[in-house]
């Protein structure tokens, strides 16, 4: 039976934590090791962990503290001592159904991809239990049931979303791993983790897994560097850089094709909204900022920061390292 390896990354949040550790213990595929990297310097995690009293469910406390991007990349590293066939990261506020192992280990045998993106509902996160979901998938309306190219993929970013953390499995045959091991601005490192991609990816939309959609009591560390505001600005600056990289990094013919509809299902009005924001000039067709939201992107253009990081994933992609 293959081996499935699973991170789980978490912070002060023992009854989400663990429902998510119930939700590997409900899998129709078992064979299965999850390690939970609990960056709580006081260890919160630890009595949850020994109260599943799983012994596939292996307990990690980060010294030091890596704070909430750190410890979501570290997920994605490809190396581990456990010989694993297949990984996938679950956030500790978010959820699997119990057939999301085998259904991503069955698309990758039989479809013959490296990595592959199991759709996921939205849960919101309501107070005194009274939790509601979608009845529609962060892909619906993105992209279609079948391979993607890399190419494809950040073409996605002109949409709602390209890459969700929770939803990719892959195989230990991926050509490059998709951590990008360096920090970078909360907000956009799933976008950042799109430029990684060397291999195809096949998208399932079935709703196989759910979404925590944050909420004040997320409790996701941020680190101590930076206000609100000055985040902000960086990570729309930055993700308006990635998008620009992205764009430019297309093929003339693919570009056509995304403009004139051909590629993915992200609604006209909306790719072109993403390209204009981006500064990204569609001759023919335009989708006009209103008056406010020009304002907000010259004061992004001009006060916000690129992250390093844009640069680093700019760079691999040119080069294909």
């Known amino acids: 039976m293959s081996l499935v390896l699973v991170r789980t990354p978490t912070y ?16 129709t595929h078992q064979d299965w090791v999850c390690e939970v990297r609990d960056d709580c310097p006081d260890a919160s995690a630890r009595s949850v962990v020994e109260e599943v009293n799983d012994p596939r469910i292996v307990y990690t406390n980060n010294t030091p503290q890596k704070f909430m991007i750190e410890n979501l990349d570290a997920c994605f590293q490809r190396e581990n001592s456990y010989n694993a066939d297949y990984f996938f990261m679950l956030e500790d506020d978010n959820q699997v159904r119990p057939d999301y192992m085998a259904r991503g280990i069955d698309i990758i045998e039989q479809i013959g991809v490296p990595v592959c993106m199991l759709n996921q509902m939205i849960e919101n996160l309501g107070e005194g239990g009274k ?9 619906d309306g993105v992209y279609d049931q079948r391979i993607h ?3 494809e993929i950040r073409l996605a970013l002109f949409g709602w979303t390209a890459m969700s953390n929770g939803s990719i499995f892959w195989s230990k045959n991926i050509r490059r791993d998709l951590a990008f091991r360096t920090g970078t601005v909360p907000g956009i490192d799933e976008d950042l983790r799109a430029f990684r991609l060397v291999d195809p990816v096949y998208v399932c939309l079935d709703k196989l897994a759910v979404w925590a959609q944050d909420e004040n009591a997320t409790n996701r560390n941020l680190g101590f560097d930076k206000g609100r505001i000055r ?3 960086d990570m729309l600056a930055s993700a308006r850089a990635l998008r620009r990289a992205a764009w ?12 004139s509809g051909k590629v993915l299902r992200v609604p006209m009005d909306k790719r072109l909204y993403e390209m204009n924001r981006a500064g990204i000039k569609t001759p023919g067709a335009s989708a006009p900022l209103g008056m406010q939201k020009k304002l907000k992107q010259k004061v992004v253009r001009y006060l916000g920061r690129v992250h390093p990081s844009i640069r680093k994933a700019q760079a691999e992609l040119t080069s294909g390292v």
């Open 12 to 27: 002060r949040r023992p009854v989400l934590l663990k429902r998510a550790l119930h939700c590997l213990q409900a899998q």
């Open 131 to 139: 939790d509601s979901y979608s009845t529609f998938g962060i892909f």
């Open 149 to 151: 190219s890399p190419t």
């Open 231 to 233: 985040r902000e600005m």
């Open 248 to 259: 430019n990094s297309t093929p003339p013919a693919i570009q056509a094709e995304f403009l």
